[in-house]
């Protein structure tokens, strides 16, 4: 029985990290903006299509992957400039579906490009199984595990410590006392759509030796990631990791003692229970005076 519920749980919270890598750049959006980047789950996939393109193609992996996180990041940037600048001010519904286009834009070219197949790429040190306590964990799951605990740290350090982020936290409490103080608002949203795609990119990489990946694997994680955000309060940082790892968890649990069917119902049965008892979150939704 525990070596059964250790491997749900290794499970678990390496998806799960994905999703909160997912989640926080919902996060990121969110609090520069007030948009929600619906976008987000096809960046999670280009990061992972791109690694295996990239690896194919021949470049070295530390290359392939820098690669992989660049690209998306750039196409965040293009649809930020080319989307949601044009209409500023438009109603938040009105962005949503403009995010939602984009994703299936992002979705339609990779499909044409890569083809509707599905793609591996090598774990990143070996395939040989660690045994703990009659369970068995990867150790590409350490990988995301890793990386995301240290993402974690370096934005905590980036917006704590550091002019840029503190300059992006100002802008998400008050846009227009932000602008007053001199602090470039338009920069600040460019940067946040980049980081976020970038983020995403990286959880898409992390857990394709995993999950493998296609043109149409960002849908799922993308849902699932806001599902994260919603539950752990949107707008909230600390908020997204935990969100991420508590959808993981509930998602590995219930599919094992349940029924692999309900895998991924449960997240959506969750923010249903969330939004109709803890409308915000439970780590509070952020509250801004946005002019």
Known sequence: MLAQFLQ????????????????????LIYNASNVINFAQGEFI??????????????????????????????VGVLIEKLAIEPVKGAETVTLIIITIGASLVIRGLVAVIFGKGTHSLPAFSGDEPIQILGATLMPQSLW??????VVVV???????????????????????????VGINTNGVLFMSF????????????????ITLTSYDAGIMLGLKGFVAAVLGGLGNGLGAVVGGL???????????????????????????????FMPRGLFGARVTDRV
């Open 45 to 74: 996939m280009l990061g992972g299509m791109l690694a295996v393109f990239f690896t194919q193609a021949g470049l070295p992996l530390p290359v392939a992957l820098l690669l992989a996180i660049l690209v998306p990041a750039v």
């Open 194 to 209: 980049a980081m976020s795609a970038a983020l995403g990119a990286l959880g898409g990489i992390l857990v394709t030796p």
């Open 246 to 276: 508590l959808v993981g968890l509930l998602e590995s649990l219930g599919a094992g003692y349940l029924s692999s069917a309900y895998k991924d119902a449960i997240p959506f049965v969750l923010i249903l229970f969330i939004l109709f």
């Open 154 to 180: 370096v934005l905590w350090y980036f917006f704590t410590r550091t002019l840029t982020g503190k300059a992006m936290l100002a802008t998400s409490y008050n846009r227009l006392a932000a602008e007053l």
């Open 8 to 27: 749900f749980f290794f499970s678990g919270i390496t998806v799960g990290a994905t999703y909160a890598l997912a989640a926080l750049g919902f996060t």
């Open 144 to 149: 995301v595990l890793g990386v995301t605990a």
